[in-house]
């Protein structure tokens, strides 16, 4: 059985593990220590949804169709032996679906805001969503900046020093570039929100608090960290 730390309340845990198991069938009826809801928000093609695949299953399909409403999918990962079940919402990017979007903001433990780091106006709307965060989320939502489509530096219209900055002053856990195509960064996103994630509900413990410790940065040409080895680091930025 799966512990459902807060912010989510009783009903909400029931529901989510209803939910979990009816749609997630006998595969994810295994055992896990912790399950925590991740939500992906971010203007509509910025790649919320390959990402989610991405972390699925390492293949994005080519052909993708905007979200409708929200979606989830749910993928199991060990983060310092903890067995950890992700729940992850894809929630559409599209205005029009903004109202039904921010009602799970509420119960979820982790966001994750993308932005396509080859069109700027997706990063310059970063600060509405935190906004919308700060608004509709729990207070202790532990929150990642996601630089997606990394793989068109070429193209690239924002710096990362730009997420840098805006990760450090909106207090989010990390700044991140990924290219769900490419699977780059994908699994090291997902780690890092999980083992923060843990550290809070007691999951994990170190000797000093990590919640304190400075944002971690992980460019486009970072190397991939994995399991152990991830640690808090700084871009030179
Ligand atoms: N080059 C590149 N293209 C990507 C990447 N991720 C997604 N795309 C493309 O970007 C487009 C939009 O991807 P989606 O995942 O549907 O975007 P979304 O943010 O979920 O969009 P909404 O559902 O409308 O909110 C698709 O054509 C994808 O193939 C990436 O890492 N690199």
């Known amino acids: 059985?799966?512990?459902?730390?807060?912010?989510?309340?009783?009903?909400?845990?029931?529901?989510?593990?209803?939910?979990?198991?009816?749609?997630?069938?006998?595969?994810?009826?295994?055992?896990?220590?912790?399950?925590?809801?991740?939500?992906?928000?971010?203007?509509?093609?910025?790649?919320?949804?390959?990402?989610?695949?991405?972390?699925?299953?390492?293949?994005?399909?080519?052909?993708?169709?905007?979200?409708?409403?929200?979606?989830?999918?749910?993928?199991?990962?060990?983060?310092?032996?903890?067995?950890?079940?992700?729940?992850?919402?894809?929630?559409?990017?599209?205005?029009?679906?903004?109202?039904?979007?921010?009602?799970?903001?509420?119960?979820?433990?982790?966001?994750?805001?993308?932005?396509?780091?080859?069109?700027?106006?997706t990063f310059d709307s970063l600060p509405h969503w935190i906004q919308a965060l700060e608004q509709y989320g729990a207070a202790s939502l532990v929150l990642v900046l996601i630089g997606n489509k990394c793989d068109l530096e070429a193209q690239r219209q924002v710096l990362f020093e730009d997420a840098c900055t805006l990760a450090e002053r909106s207090g989010a856990l990390a700044a991140l570039e990924t290219s769900a195509k490419h699977h780059h960064n994908i699994e090291e996103a997902f780690q890092l929100m999980a083992r923060e994630l843990l550290v809070r509900h007691g999951g994990i413990h170190y000797q000093d608090n990590q919640s304190d410790s400075p944002t971690v940065y992980l460019h486009s040409d970072s190397h991939p960290i994995e399991g152990e080895q991830l640690e808090k680091r700084s871009c030179d930025c």
């Not at 807060?6 to 989510?16: G, V």
């Open 1 to 121: 059985m799966c512990s459902l730390s807060s912010p989510a309340d009783d009903t909400e845990m029931q529901w989510c593990r209803t939910s979990l198991f009816q749609s997630a069938g006998r595969e994810d009826e295994e055992r896990c220590d912790f399950l925590f809801k991740i939500i992906l928000i971010g203007d509509s093609n910025v790649g919320k949804t390959c990402v989610i695949q991405s972390f699925r299953s390492a293949e994005v399909t080519e052909l993708q169709h905007n979200t409708i409403g929200v979606d989830f999918t749910v993928r199991s990962i060990d983060v310092d032996g903890r067995r950890v079940k992700m729940q992850v919402w894809d929630t559409a990017g599209q205005e029009r679906f903004r109202t039904i979007t921010q009602s799970y903001y509420r119960s979820a433990h982790g966001a994750m805001i993308a932005y396509d780091l080859s069109r700027r106006d």
